[in-house]
């Protein structure tokens, strides 16, 4: 199943990008605290040197607020969708991760935004997290399969 994305839900998320563009690393970093505090088994799918210099959480937001600012022209992340993807790969990355990314994603958006983050935003993101991991879970499933031979 391909999921869309409302208009609705395009305004709101390109509406966060100034936000975003301010707060993104410290709702990466909040994310990925919270993350690995709640699911210490997937900490060791990331660089820990990335993670400690700041590097990782800065890609992240960097990655994030693309993702805000091109919500209405996907086609402009074909190259980010797929380094991204083949990284995942990389580490092992499979669908079932994508869950506990969006649960602690949404929860670090309201943390560091608080009452900007509304249920209206809130819900934005996370119907456009779950537009963009079907895009992922599916680039990720032909690399693995291209790996094995099929």
Known sequence: MTRTLSDQTIATVKAT???????????????YKRMFANNPDVKDMFDQAAQESGEQPKRLAAA???YAENIDKLENLGGPVMRMAQRHVETLVKPE?????????????????????SDAVLAAWGEAYWVLADILIAKEAEIYAEQAGG
């Open 97 to 117: 991760h994508y869950p506990i990314v969006a649960e602690n994603l949404l929860a670090a958006i309201k943390e560091v935004l608080g009452d900007a983050a």
């Open 64 to 66: 994030i607020l693309a």
């Open 17 to 31: 990008a100034p936000a975003l563009r301010e707060h993104g690393v410290e709702i990466t970093s909040a994310m």
